[in-house]
């Protein structure tokens, strides 16, 4: 079991910049990935980064240049630092843990006004 505690979001303006941190406890040695989702009411969940074991990232067209997702390790955490915020960023941010089973965070509300 995985569990995962998320912080940071908040309401911005537009241009704006939000830190997310995500803490993963219980049995972090076997997560192999971890990721930031998104979901906005009546759509579908969306994966916004990512980053594997390896350091490697990747991130959706919609944040690329924009999002960056980083971790510590020491902390068994990882961030997502969101600068040049849009309003259409607004959604309910998800952070996952895949140990073969994703594990889910509570969700922290990111809110960009125009």
């Known amino acids: 079991q995985v569990q995962l505690v998320e912080s940071g979001g908040g309401l911005v303006q537009a241009g704006g910049s939000l830190r997310l941190s995500c803490a993963a406890s219980?049995?972090?040695?076997?997560?192999?990935?971890m990721a930031w989702y998104r979901q906005n009411s009546g759509k579908q969940r969306e994966l916004v980064a990512r980053i594997f074991s390896g350091g490697n990232t990747n991130y959706a067209d919609s944040v690329k240049g924009r999002f960056t997702i980083s971790r510590d390790n020491a902390k068994n955490t990882v961030y997502l630092q969101m600068n040049s915020l849009k309003p259409e960023d607004t959604a309910v941010y998800y952070c996952?843990?895949?140990?073969?089973?994703?594990?889910w965070g509570q969700g922290t509300q990111v809110t960009v006004s125009s």
């Open positions: 219980g049995s972090i040695f076997s997560i192999t990935t």
């Open positions: 996952a843990a895949l140990t073969g089973t994703t594990y």
